[in-house]
């Protein structure tokens, strides 16, 4: 089942154009999201929170549509990101008594679950925390209404890996006991290959692939050779691929295919999530 269905959405933002005819997000997942920056990410997830509106087709979430229904879709959904609209004054306890009404679903005794577990001082003021502390209240407000949906934009971010991990364990033991789906846009694909279980990979507006992320690391394959072994009827083959004066590499759907192309010349290995997204997003020489 899908908690989020794009059906037919364009928009267009200044010279940028969004253009996905269809995007199914698996119910009870986390999809992570990836592409390089301009690509679309922000727009897409702007347009989940009905932030932006659509040119043209519609965005469903939990079933509902999210121009028809946006003020029971956002009970739905949680978000971490940019911008947060918390008030830099203000103390986190006024913050959360001020935010919380707005949620029929507010769960106190989960705040304060959270708020320990992180080790937040609620007497403090939102300006008076560091980055990974304001990222970890982020997301306690996100969870304490438990959403359907949680949103993540680049929500590890210039964080410590001990911050991040930290982060990653709360929202997997949360979606241990609750049904819920995440959506999670970042650049750091370790986190992704930790938590993640689809990827969807956006470049230029337009949705390249959306596929289990055990698919993409165990199918796909990375080869490399000498340049001479990538003439131009072979990179038209290829997902994407560099060549420099040492040599080149490229990516391939799987082994399969790139043996036909390449045979026994060069060298085969199975790629990371973060190698796999610089060649999607390089396709010329260097």
Not at 216 to 242: A, H, N, T, W
Request: negative net charge.
């Amino acid at each position: 089942m899908e908690a989020v269905v794009f059906k037919d959405i364009k928009k267009k933002v200044g010279d940028f154009k969004l253009d996905i005819p269809k995007l199914m997000i698996k119910k009870g997942y986390i999809t992570g999201f990836i592409g390089e920056n301009g690509a679309g990410k922000t727009t897409t997830m702007r347009l989940m929170m009905d932030m932006l509106i659509p040119d043209s087709g519609e965005i469903e979430i939990e079933g509902m549509n999210v121009r028809d229904s946006g003020k029971e879709v956002k009970q739905d959904i949680g978000f971490v990101g940019e911008p947060t609209g918390f008030p830099e004054e203000s103390k986190l306890k006024d913050i959360k008594r001020m935010f919380a009404p707005f949620y029929t679903s507010w769960d106190e005794k989960l705040f304060e679950t959270y708020s320990k577990k992180f080790q937040l001082q609620l007497t403090k003021k939102y300006k008076e925390l560091s980055t990974g502390q304001k990222k970890q209240f982020d997301l306690v407000m996100a969870l304490s209404h438990r959403p359907k949906l949680i949103i993540l934009d680049e929500p590890t971010a210039g964080l410590d890996p001990v911050v991040r991990n930290e982060i990653l364990d709360v929202l997997m033991e949360h979606m241990q006991s609750e049904e819920v789906t995440i959506f999670y846009s970042t650049h750091i694909t370790t986190d992704l290959e930790r938590a993640g279980d689809y990827i969807v990979y956006i470049k230029d507006g337009k949705i390249m692939i959306n596929t289990e992320l055990n698919v993409l690391l165990e199918e796909y394959c990375i080869v490399k050779g000498s340049k001479d072994l990538f003439p131009k009827e072979i990179q038209k083959e290829l997902l994407g691929y560099k060549i420099s004066k040492l040599g080149a590499e490229g990516l391939v759907r799987s082994k399969k295919q790139a043996e036909e192309l390449f045979g026994r010349e060069v060298v085969y290995e199975k790629p990371s999530l973060e190698e796999i997204m610089i060649l999607l997003a390089s396709k010329e020489a260097i």
